[in-house]
């Protein structure tokens, strides 16, 4: 019997499916980091590095913490990356045909930091755009390199912030005391008077939470940037840029080329993962998790990542499966304006100008609430965009970009075409 992925649609796609297949993926993924999100939104910030640092985890609580931990941790920020990376290489070459590429991606890089750095200060600490903003300008005179040599300088620079932590870790040792204890009262595992004051500060009005998240914002921006960020986005978007010229995000590779995918995904990359999970609770979650123990996730998470990107394109390449993937599509043509409706959204519930929900959720709890903005937003976004070209976010980005307001409205249906 012909399996769906080998039948007539099996083929070379067409432009717009291949366009479709990436807006698939990116909705995708868009969804799927809010899974990691929800607990930055919902808890003190130790508990999204460090799980035993607040709130129960027993139970149902534990057995959520474990299935997102090996099945969101990374994984969905990793297919972001190398599709902004892919979205650059893609930009680029309609740029280029009107001559102005290198002047409209700064531009366009320039406002989303802007986007970014408002996001964070004023809503939420953990926004993510400010970073792929500096990594979209760095690696942009890369997009021309052959796919190897992308991928070959991807590595590279995804083992620098492996290295740094690396190093971090085995250096603990000759650490001062005093500078190990200041890393655990407020990072790794906070005392009750610090967690109180976050608990505090989030559970306030908009403006007793502004100290916390700005300070939560510069640091990511600054330290987090330099050690971790810029290595691991920026060498995603490489890796991103090679994938999409070798038309893996198209859905044009063989079935057998993202089923292996797949089986690399559940072979190695999981088992990888549950390894490390052992470690750190075999060793009481210490300071080596945050630096050592981490990197059981930090390279699985890529061929996990890769085996999502597998499944999603075989998705795309079975016609039965149109209605599916369609409402995902949709939310990745809007994955700016659904990125932050996911901050006001989660912010609204969890924080002290809304429902005040701050640290009162417990695992279990947020998934429902991921559930919830998940519904919200694979039905909202069809519906957008039947009457409009773009999301609302994405309008304002492309207007400032380039300094014209394209139409917001798509024309009305002939009566004739009904």
Not at 33 to 49: E, H
Not at 132 to 137: F, L, Q
Not at 391 to 399: D, Y
């Amino acid at each position: 019997m012909t399996s769906p992925a080998e039948g007539p649609n099996a083929g070379p796609v067409v432009q717009t499916q291949r366009i479709d297949a990436i807006d698939v993926l990116r909705g995708f993924a868009l969804l799927g980091i809010l899974l990691m999100n929800v607990q930055s939104f919902a808890m003190p910030q130790a508990a999204y590095f460090n799980p035993t640092a607040y709130g129960d985890l027993e139970g149902a609580n534990l057995n959520v913490w474990v299935a997102v931990r090996m099945l969101a941790d990374q994984k969905f920020m990793t297919i972001f990356s190398m599709l902004f990376g892919a979205g650059i290489v893609l930009m680029a070459g309609r740029a280029e045909a009107r001559g102005d590429a290198r002047r409209v991606h700064y531009r366009r890089m320039g406002w989303l930091l802007v986007i970014g750095l408002l996001h964070a200060h004023l809503l939420w600490a953990g926004d993510i755009l400010f970073l792929y903003a500096v990594c979209g300008m760095l690696v942009y005179p890369l997009r021309n390199q052959p796919p190897g040599r992308l991928i070959a300088m991807g590595v590279g620079l995804l083992a620098v912030a492996s290295a740094y932590s690396i190093g971090s870790g085995l250096s603990l040792p000759y650490w001062p005391e005093e500078a190990r204890e200041a890393f655990a009262s407020n990072a790794w595992r906070p005392s009750p008077e610090i967690i109180e004051a976050e608990l505090a500060a989030m559970r306030g009005g908009w403006l007793d939470q502004q100290l916390t998240r700005s300070a939560g914002a510069l640091a990511f921006e600054t330290f987090l940037l330099l050690t971790w960020g810029v290595w691991r986005a920026g060498g995603l978007m490489l890796i991103g840029m090679a994938l999409f010229k070798r038309e893996v995000f198209s859905a044009l590779r063989t079935p057998r080329f993202y089923a292996v995918l797949i089986a690399v995904a559940v072979a190695v990359g999981l088992p990888l993962q549950a390894y490390g999970i052992a470690l750190d609770f075999d060793r009481g979650w210490p300071f080596w998790s945050f630096f050592i123990g981490v990197q059981f996730n930090y390279w699985p998470s890529i061929l996990v990542s890769l085996g999502y990107v597998g499944a999603v394109m075989l998705a795309c390449r079975t016609e039965a499966l149109r209605g599916l993937t369609r409402p995902f599509a949709a939310v990745g043509q809007t994955a700016l304006t659904n990125y932050l409706l996911q901050t006001v959204l989660c912010t609204t519930i969890f924080y002290g100008h809304g429902l005040g929900w701050f640290g009162s959720v417990d695992r279990v709890g947020q998934i429902g609430v991921v559930a919830f903005v998940w519904a919200v937003q694979l039905v909202a976004s069809p519906l957008w965009l039947r009457r409009f070209r773009f999301g609302p976010a994405e309008w304002v980005w492309r207007s400032l970009t380039y300094r014209t307001r394209p139409p917001l409205r798509r024309p009305p249906v002939p009566a004739s075409a009904h």
